[in-house]
């Protein structure tokens, strides 16, 4: 089996496990196969934690989850030094954040001190406590939830937090249509009657995608509307007066290099060998509305960042 029909058996078993979620779904696996972090926002019980224990699931890795409460610490996230009094030792005891899929969940419950935890973790792939770095393994992904901030007991994560993540996922209800195929599946489920997921996959087949995606090729043409985006998230007001009023701060070049990972790994989901401006365009939000943030009139008037990009999309053509 190919790393491509691994991958898609993945898909087709999350989409089973996660009934009316398909672009979610896809936006994960876009995060896995681009080496990437996701930020899931939503609702209680619209199947974040779910979806994220299903993909952990389908792989041969370890999974680890840390709930983020107003009381955790720091240490709680990367370990520390416990002292051995038979050696009269200091020993390191790794954290959860030692684990290949990490599911950060309502990552916004917790203070700054224990977000910023995450944050050599998530950008270097390591952990430094008392003065000694200590190397994150090889498959390594972070997949955060976090409930909307109107909620109460929530701490808004900061800027350079949220630049860490590679995509921003909204989780929506799902479509009525839908809600008595979830019954169903959960009914199932209990009684023990759940669909048969296929075999996990090795982690060297996830690999191997990665290489694959990292080969899709990006022509002039592409590489300028992804730069052109981004650009026009720090200079909108050549796109009209409304998105220079709505964007008080653009993207940073990071945001260019999660634009351009994201675009290959879908062109890849998708069979292509090639980057098109559709695949840009369908990754864009999730890349750039966490980038981006809004002036106090945008919110006044109710406008989200994922409507701002949506809007910016409609300005910028691509060449």
Excluded at 40 to 49: F, H
Excluded at 97 to 103: E, K, M, R, S
Excluded at 170 to 175: A, F, K, L, Q, T
Excluded at 188 to 201: D, H, I, M, Y
Aim: charged residues 25%; contains cysteine.
């Amino acid at each position: 089996m190919t790393p491509r029909e691994s991958i898609r058996q993945i898909q087709d078993a999350m989409n089973a496990a996660i009934i009316g979620q398909e672009t979610v779904v896809e936006r994960m696996l876009i995060a896995l196969l681009a080496d990437g972090h996701v930020l899931m926002e939503g609702l209680p019980g619209v199947a974040k934690t779910r979806s994220i224990k299903t993909l952990s699931k389908l792989i041969k890795s370890d999974f680890s989850r840390i709930q983020f409460t107003p009381d955790l610490l720091p240490s709680d996230v990367t370990g520390s030094d416990v002292y051995r009094e038979q050696t009269g030792t200091f020993d390191f005891q790794s954290g959860p954040i030692f684990g290949n899929l990490i599911l950060a969940d309502e990552i916004n419950r917790a203070p700054a001190k224990v977000q910023a935890a995450l944050l050599e973790a998530m950008e270097e792939r390591q952990v430094t406590v008392t003065g000694t770095t200590h190397r994150l393994p090889e498959l390594f992904l972070v997949l955060a939830t976090q409930n909307p901030i109107e909620q109460e007991g929530t701490y808004p994560l900061p800027e350079a937090q949220m630049d860490r993540f590679l995509l921003y996922v909204n989780v929506p209800y799902p479509p009525a249509k839908n809600e008595a195929a979830i019954l169903r599946l959960v009914r199932g489920e209990k009684s023990g009657n759940a669909p048969q997921s296929p075999p996990a996959v090795e982690p060297d087949v996830i690999f191997a995608a990665r290489r694959e995606v990292a080969a899709v090729h990006v022509a002039d043409a592409a590489e300028q509307y992804i730069v052109d985006l981004v650009i026009a998230t720090r200079d909108p007001k050549k796109y009209g007066d409304d998105l220079a009023k709505w964007i008080r701060l653009g993207a940073s070049p990071r945001g260019t290099i999660a634009l351009d990972a994201a675009a290959r790994a879908h062109a890849w989901l998708h069979g292509q060998d090639f980057v098109s401006p559709d695949n840009i365009r369908a990754v864009a939000p999730a890349c750039l509305a966490h980038r981006v943030h809004l002036s106090y009139e945008a919110e006044a008037l109710g406008k989200t960042r994922t409507d701002v990009i949506d809007a910016l999309l409609e300005k910028v053509v691509a060449v």
